[in-house]
C-alpha cells in the first residue's frame, strides 16, 4: 500500500487511483527562459522517482510536465537578446533536456507548450465567462476569484485574510483585488494572439489547467510542483478548473521543499543562483541526484561542496560494492553452497526498501536500506566460495533500486589505481576517526579484488595479487 502526502487534506493518505492500475500526474514544468537552476532540478528528480516507483509496482503512469514557452520572462529576455520568444523557448526546451538527460530524468509522456494550446486556452476562458466565473475588461480577462467558495483551500488561507494583504492599486481596473488575469492584452511590441476579447496571451495559473485537463481528463490522480506554487499558482489552477469542470481538479497535490545554498535562500540578488548546466560541468550528475535524493522531498535540502562531499562518499562505497560483486561474478565458478540464508536475508532488505518508498516515498530510508544491502554485499565477498547465483541475486537487487531510485551507473572495467589509491585513503581516515568496522570493509573489498596491503614505516603500501 503506497501512502503520500496530501498538500490538501494535510496528512498521509492511501494512494486510491481513479482508475485501477493507471495513474494520472501532472508535474509543473519550468518558464523555458533560461537554463534551468538547481530550484528546477529538485522537483524533475524528486518527482521522476515517484513516477520510476508507481512503475516499478506495476502502475501505467502517465506523466505530464509542461513548458511555460510565453509570459514575462520570455518576453523581457526577448527584448534582451534581440530575438523571438519561440526562438528562445526553442533554444532553452533543448537545453532542458540535455540537462535532466544528464541527471538520468525520464521525459514525459508529454511536454505540452503553451503556444501549442491557445485555442484550447480560449475556449476554456470563454466557458468561464459564461458561467460567470471569469469577465473581460479592456481587453483583459479576469477569474472572479469570490465566485469559487473554496478559493484558497490547497493553501489553507481564507479569501479574508488574503484580501487584507491584497494590494489595490489605484488604476486597478478588477472589480476585487484577488481576481486574477485569465488572458492579458497585448502591449506594443509583444507576441499576442487573437481573441474574442482583443489580441493578447494567456495569463500564468490558466496554462496547467487547460494542458491538464486536454491530457489527463477533467480529475487527476496527482498534481505535483514546488512548495513556492502551492499559492497563488495551485490555487488559482483549482479555482478555475473546478469552477469550469464542476469535477474535483486533483485528487493529491505533492509538493517538494525549498533548496537553500549555503543556508541561504537561493535568489539571484545573493549572488547565489546556481544552474544546473554549470553544476554538472564540474560535479557528477549522478552525485548530484544522488545528493537530492538523501532528503525527503518534502523537507528543505541545503546545497554546499561540503555536503555534497559526504554525499559522494557514500555513493562511492556503493559503487565499490556493486564494482566488486561484478569482478568476483566474472571470476567465479559456481562453487560455492547456494545458502538460502543470503536469499531470505536479499528478501528482507528488499522489503525494508518498499516499505520506505511506501511511505511518501521516502528516499532517505530507501537509501538506508540500500547502504544495508551493500553490507550484506561486502559481508557476502568475505566468503571463501561463492555462488553464482547468490552474487547474481545481490547484482539484480542492486539494479532495481539503482532503477527506482534512477542512481545509475556503468561498471569500470578494471579498478583504477587512483580507485585503489582513494580507498586506502578512506580507510586511513577511518582508522584515524577509529572506525575499524569501516577501516575493516575497506580491506576486505580489497583483498577480494586481489589488491594486498601492506603497513610500513613511509605508510601503507600496495600491489596487485
Known amino acids: 500500500m503506497i501512502t503520500l502526502y496530501n498538500t490538501l487534506t494535510r496528512k498521509k493518505e492511501e494512494f486510491k487511483p481513479i482508475e485501477d492500475g493507471k495513474v494520472s500526474m501532472y508535474v509543473c514544468g519550468p518558464t523555458v527562459y533560461n537554463y534551468i537552476h538547481i530550484g528546477n532540478a529538485r522537483p524533475a528528480i524528486s518527482f521522476d522517482v515517484v513516477r520510476r516507483y508507481f512503475e516499478y509496482k506495476d502502475y501505467e503512469v502517465k506523466y505530464v510536465s509542461n513548458f ?3 509570459d514575462d520572462k520570455l518576453i523581457k529576455a526577448s527584448r534582451e537578446l534581440k530575438k523571438e520568444v519561440p526562438e528562445i523557448a526553442e533554444r532553452f526546451i533543448e537545453a532542458y533536456f540535455e540537462d535532466t538527460e544528464a541527471l538520468n530524468i525520464k521525459r514525459a509522456n508529454v511536454h505540452p507548450r503553451v503556444m501549442d494550446h491557445m485555442d484550447d486556452i480560449i475556449q476554456f476562458i470563454e466557458v468561464l465567462i459564461e458561467k460567470g466565473h471569469a469577465y473581460a475588461v479592456e481587453g483583459d480577462v479576469y477569474f472572479r476569484t469570490r465566485s469559487f467558495e473554496d478559493y484558497g483551500k490547497l493553501s489553507h488561507q481564507s479569501i479574508d485574510d ?5 494590494r489595490i492599486e489605484a488604476n486597478d481596473i478588477k472589480e476585487d483585488p484577488l481576481d486574477f488575469a485569465l488572458w492579458k492584452s497585448a502591449k506594443d511590441g509583444e507576441i499576442n494572439w487573437k481573441s474574442p476579447w482583443g489580441t493578447g496571451r494567456p495569463g500564468w495559473h490558466i496554462e496547467c489547467s487547460v494542458m491538464a485537463r486536454i491530457h489527463l481528463g477533467d480529475t487527476i490522480d496527482i498534481h505535483a510542483g514546488g512548495q513556492d506554487l502551492t499559492f497563488p499558482h495551485h490555487d488559482n489552477e483549482i479555482a ?3 469552477c469550469m469542470t464542476d469535477q474535483s481538479f486533483a485528487n493529491y497535490w505533492m509538493h517538494n521543499g525549498y533548496i537553500n545554498i549555503d543556508n541561504e535562500k537561493m535568489s539571484k540578488s545573493l549572488g547565489n543562483f546556481i544552474l544546473v ?3 554538472i560541468k564540474e560535479v557528477d550528475p549522478v552525485l548530484l541526484r544522488y545528493f537530492m535524493l538523501t532528503a525527503h522531498y518534502r ?3 541545503n546545497y554546499n561542496k561540503e555536503l555534497l562531499d559526504d554525499a559522494s ?3 562511492n562505497r556503493l559503487k565499490n560494492t556493486y564494482q566488486s560483486l561484478h569482478e568476483r561474478l566474472d571470476m567465479s565458478a559456481d562453487i560455492g553452497k547456494e545458502d538460502e540464508y543470503w536469499h531470505q536475508q536479499l528478501e528482507h532488505n528488499l522489503t525494508e526498501f518498499e516499505r520506505a ?3 511518501d516515498f521516502n528516499t532517505p530510508n530507501a537509501i538506508a536500506a540500500w547502504f544495508e544491502l551493500m553490507k550484506m554485499g561486502n559481508k557476502y565477498l568475505t566468503e571463501a566460495h561463492s555462488n553464482i547465483n547468490i552474487l547474481n541475486a545481490f547484482i539484480k537487487q542492486y539494479q532495481v533500486y ?7 551507473w556503468e561498471i569500470e572495467q578494471e579498478l583504477l589505481d587512483e580507485d585503489i589509491e582513494k580507498l586506502i585513503e578512506e580507510r586511513n581516515k577511518a582508522r584515524l576517526n577509529k572506525d575499524f568496522g569501516r577501516a575493516d570493509e575497506i580491506r576486505d573489498q580489497l583483498k577480494q579484488l586481489n589488491i594486498i596491503l601492506e603497513d610500513t614505516p613511509q605508510g601503507v603500501k600496495w600491489k596487485r595479487g
Open 68 to 70: 511555460t514557452d510565453v
Open 402 to 408: 539503482m532503477s527506482v531510485l534512477g542512481v545509475e
Open 162 to 166: 488574503l484580501k487584507v494583504g491584497a
Open 357 to 359: 518508498m511506501d511511505d
Open 240 to 242: 478555475q478548473s473546478e
Open 277 to 279: 548546466h554549470d553544476i
Open 313 to 315: 562518499i557514500g555513493l
Open 299 to 301: 523537507n528543505p535540502i
